[in-house]
T-cell receptor
Framework: DSGVTQTPKHLITATGQRVTLRCSPR?????VYWYQQSLDQGLQFLIQ???????AKGNILERFSAQQFPDLHSELNLSSLELGDSALYFC?????????????FGPGTRLLVL | GENVGLHLPTLSVQEGDNSIINCAYS??????FIWYKQESGKGPQFIID?????DKRQGQRVTVLLNKTVKHLSLQIAATQPGDSAVYFC??????????FGPGTRLSVLP
């Protein structure tokens, strides 16, 4: 158990809908990272937050957004969903600011868009 | 569990044998590397890391080798066990930038 929690574990929705994925980092970790894992793209970095502020952006679509709250949990919002958004979404956390620290991953949310 | 990477390269080894999983990384400036293990239905799990000022690092039953000349990273697992069956990813990092993950290798341990 990495100490990172994610909810829900599974999510099934329809195209055009909006969903919110939730992540709680390890105790004491200030950075949260979101990743998308699909069959053809592997593990892709989406976005990083540090202590409530956006720190780095990767391959995140404009339809997607995230935020980190004062209690350090984070939410990833996916809107206008398309079939191709079906994937596993992972959250990871690390203690500090640098993207070069070891990241500990949560169990993931499996999103299926029908 | 979910089908992570249906078309991943697969390494099959006999239980008790040693496994070697290879990774070619892309950025010669990368200075920090991690191996992750991902079991079906779970998130990637940290196994071992190495910084670019080293060429070898050992953990419990695992060894990571780094060859910067050819941009190659390997993970050696001694006395492979059925519980080692998983997908293994290498990840590279360049001076605090975010990690870039390799495509993964599926390790299958045969009884």
């Amino acid at each position: 158990d990495s100490g990172v929690t994610q909810t829900p574990k599974h999510l099934i929705t329809a195209t055009g809908q909006r969903v919110t994925l939730r992540c709680s980092p390890r105790s004491g970790d200030l950075s949260v990272y979101w990743y998308q894992q699909s069959l053809d793209q592997g593990l892709q970095f989406l976005i990083q937050y540090y202590n409530g502020e956006e720190r780095a952006k990767g391959n995140i679509l404009e339809r997607f957004s995230a935020q980190q709250f004062p209690d350090l949990h984070s939410e990833l919002n996916l809107s206008s969903l398309e079939l191709g958004d079906s994937a596993l979404y992972f959250c990871a956390s690390s203690p500090g600011l640098s993207g070069g620290e070891t990241q500990y991953f949560g169990p993931g949310t499996r999103l299926l868009v029908l | 569990g979910e089908n992570v990477g249906l078309h991943l390269p697969t390494l099959s080894v006999q239980e008790g044998d040693n496994s070697i999983i290879n990774c070619a990384y892309s950025n010669s400036a990368s200075d920090y590397f991690i191996w992750y293990k991902q079991e079906s239905g779970k998130g990637p799990q940290f196994i071992i890391d190495i910084r670019s000022n080293m060429d070898k690092r050992q953990g419990q039953r695992v060894t990571v080798l780094l060859n910067k000349t050819v941009k190659h990273l390997s993970l050696q697992i001694a006395a492979t066990q059925p519980g080692d069956s998983a997908v293994y990813f290498c990840a590279e990092n360049n001076y605090g930038q975010n990690f870039v993950f390799g495509p993964g290798t599926r390790l299958s341990v045969l009884p």
